[in-house]
């Protein structure tokens, strides 16, 4: 782990594809379309060419390593870090997913592994170790220098996913009454001690309270005797080093910001994230909707067959028992089924409809709870809308749907049956698809996880009741 | 339009609550509970207290005041920004919802608004006027001044979300041969063409092909006579032009990106995207595909109730046609519902499980397709685990309803044949919940927008004609 980076290294990456070398500049592809090299690695180490394999392989940049070793199946992923060993970057552990990453691991060995976080930075370490399960992790720490030991220990005690982990440790700060070449100054004498990248330097007060910072580019137009003060941009953002990222990100997307320097309990300076920090974070809050909507507690891509076939059991087991609420209630009505058995063909594209339209609705509510536009202000009117909009869908589609249904069983009290159900269910489906997760979310349950099967439950019974028990009233 | 900014401005918000005053150094919450000012605005709107709603709402970071005009009704909204006029941050438009945004626009009038995009950094005044409609365009750019007109238009030229949007034009280059005091000098002399912000510099060749890039920090901690070859990072990963935002914010995401060149189809540098400018793009994909996969095909959270309505129509209208599709194989198997009655109450819970669990699936591997970890090489294999987690899910979901529905109706063979049904339907769902994505993918179909309705329609027909057409063959 490199807390203070030497610098003056011109390459960071890999010498291998100079991408922008003058003679051979090629751009990048347009489209999404993209060559991976796993089925020639794949068939490489089918055929047992190891020497092939390894040459496909070993110039790739961490990144696309990573996207190799997640395509190979367990069996070539093995044999490929086997082969690569000597060779292998450390940092394509950053980019791994966990899953595959864990079996990395293990096939690396803890010698290997302690040998790769010494090589990390510092906050990339943090996030290897940070994921490793208890056991495993006192193994590497066992390993490791006591210098970065210590460094790990401090950045592990804030919580997971806290500002805390995010955040750079190494940060420069400058007093507010210097100049700008005493800055410069300054961080040419410590070149060793600065961290690899920066774009701002900290003003921060004798008790280490930020006061502004300077972006370098700042720095870099201004006359050496121009005072500092004169430059600096005294609006900042503070954040917590116990905030959660989700804020984090929130913070950031909201002002738009490019760093923002993290404090303690007494305002005191402790590092910095910037924005490059919390690009990932943002795209897996994102990606965490989209799966927990669909009933999917993590991403279990690459998670073994057992493994995934349990997380997913529990809420197919929950939407077993919503499921066998709504045959409860077609079970009340029974009699009029037996009666009349179209009912039982034509029920189920009540409930279908209302699911879908509800479903509509929630996915608009949770994304808006989530990116803080659907608040207590507006909830009402939101709600209001909703239902309209439910309600005019439903009027539509009540016509649709009692025309379709009179002219496939020729019945016109059939036709007006369905209709009314219709739009009483597309009423609720509008309803309750906004308020359902505001609900959730105001008790501090995740909107995201619990909407949609109590949503599906609303309009499977609703549905169900409103179109048999209007059968029943009508034709028994 | 600032394209050259003056620089030196210590603060470039509004002076009012300086966060970061060392006296006053006040962290941010620690959770997403904020106290939005909305409610008290409203109050004092419908209170008649002009005075106390601009007191309220002038003095807020141009984000928050566009976050309060997003949450206001339509009609508290036009009263502020008649209100607000003079007063009003042109910087709010940037954060609008597009919605809201061209409800503003109207309210302000074409005057107003071209002073805002006057006063806008560059790429946000294309943003801005990128998204106007023709005509409203055309009635603003006529307003501004002829540089700011030109350069608008080059902008525009560029496709809508390419990388000729999102870039900066505005970037500092420098000849290969300089020393690092050179470039500081350069600066320093130009200080007023610079643009406001800039993270790294870019070295290029005589025809302006970008050869290397140095970050500032590696400026700031080199000798004034180092030069620059031995400071510059030559591994750059060009982006064309025209590239699509989406490929920007994968390579920006896949190599952890803080910056990239832009150039043009010969290779001459245009301009630069900051990974701040690639946040946004990769929040509102991530956002679009929750909303596609639930059926709505954009962000619709402030459109007027009439174009909500027929946005979700023509989605509901083609799930209705799903619907009747799986009434239409209920409707085969009449004769064994009106012997058995149960089947009628029983059946639903066979698709119901079918779709959930095929849902499950479906948005792991739309996910997946997005981040390019679900490609050809693996995809044969993950169609196989899903499957075989489709079928062990199945295998254990038939024993628990098999029995339920034994003791609920007291028919072993009803429980017989709606275990059957269960791993049948359960099977198709984890193998279609792969396939459809990936075969809709290879066709150039967004998999997030017609995965769905093709699952719900495979796991209602699987399940009912399972169930159903197994009680055929047993009962009648």
Redesign the interface.
């Known amino acids: 782990m490199s807390v203070s980076d030497p ?2 290294r ?4 890999p010498e291998a594809p ?5 003679a051979a ?8 379309e ?1 060559r ?1 090299p ?2 020639a690695v ?1 068939a490489a180490l089918a055929a047992g060419d190891r020497a092939r394999a390894i040459e496909l392989s070993v110039h790739l ?1 961490a ?2 390593l990573a ?1 190799l070793l ?4 367990t069996e070539d992923r093995q044999t490929l870090i086997g082969l690569l060993r000597e060779r292998f970057d450390p940092d394509t552990l950053v980019y791994l ?1 966990e899953t595959v990453r864990e079996e990395v691991l293990a096939r690396l060995g803890s010698a290997e592994v302690a040998a790769a976080v010494s090589a990390l930075d510092s906050d990339d370490a943090v996030d290897l170790v940070g994921e490793l399960e208890p056991d495993a992790r006192a193994a590497i720490m066992a390993r490791l220098a006591p210098s970065d030991r210590a460094i790990l220990e401090t950045a592990l005690s804030y919580p997971e996913e806290s500002a805390g982990r995010l955040m750079q440790r190494e940060v420069v700060t400058v007093p507010p009454h210097w100049r700008v070449g005493d800055a ?1 100054d300054y ?2 004498a ?2 060793e001690h ?6 701002e330097i900290h003003v921060v ?1 004798e008790q280490r ?4 910072v300077v ?9 050496r005797l121009t005072p500092l ?12 080093v ?3 990222q ?2 984090v990100a ?9 760093s923002a ?1 993290v ?1 303690d309990a007494e ?1 005191r300076l402790l590092g910095a994230i ?3 920090d ?3 974070v ?2 897996e809050e ?2 965490e ?3 927990r ?4 507690r993590e ?4 998670a073994a ?1 057992v493994d ?2 349990r997380a ?2 529990s ?3 929950i ?2 028992l ?3 609420l ?2 409860i209630v ?2 009340f009505f ?1 009699g009029v ?2 009666k009349v ?2 009912l ?6 009540v ?3 209302g699911g ?2 509800g ?2 609705t ?3 509510a ?3 709870l989530a ?8 909830a009402a ?2 709600i209001v ?1 909703e239902t ?2 439910g309600g ?2 439903g009027f ?2 009540a016509i ?2 009692g025309l ?1 249904a009179w002219a496939w069983f020729g019945a016109p009290v059939l036709g007006g049956l369905i209709a009314s159900a219709m739009i009483i269910n597309l009423l609720a489906a509008g309803c309750c698809g906004v308020l359902i997760p505001v609900v959730l979310d105001r008790f501090g349950v995740d909107p995201a996880v619990g909407s949609a099967v109590v949503l ?1 439950t609303v309009t ?1 019974v609703v549905g169900f009741m409103a179109f048999l028990g209007l059968a029943s009233l009508v034709l028994l």
């Open positions: 610098g003056n011109p390459d960071e990456m100079i991408v922008g070398a003058p500049v090629t751009p990048p592809a347009e489209s999404g993209r991976s796993a089925p794949a940049h990144a696309d996207d997640q395509e190979l199946s997913n410069i961080m040419r410590r070149a600065l961290p690899r990248d920066f774009y007060d309270r930020p006061v502004a972006p370098l580019s700042r720095l870099m137009r201004n006359r003060t004169e430059v600096m941009q005294r609006k900042m953002r503070l954040i917590s116990t905030a959660d989700e804020e929130y913070q950031f997307r909201q002002y738009g910001l490019v320097p404090v305002g910037t924005v490059d919390v690009v990932e943002i795209q994102a990606e909707d989209v799966l909507l669909s009933g999917v991403d279990d891509f690459y067959v995934t076939t997913r059991f809420w197919l087991f939407n077993l919503t499921a066998i709504a045959s077609i079970g029974e089924i037996e058995v179209a039982a063909v034509l029920m189920p594209i409930a279908s409809m879908n339209a479903t509509q929630l996915a608009v949770v994304r808006a990116v803080k536009e659907l608040t207590a202000t507006n009117r939101i809308k309209i909009v005019i869908n539509l589609f649709l749907m379709a599906t499977d």
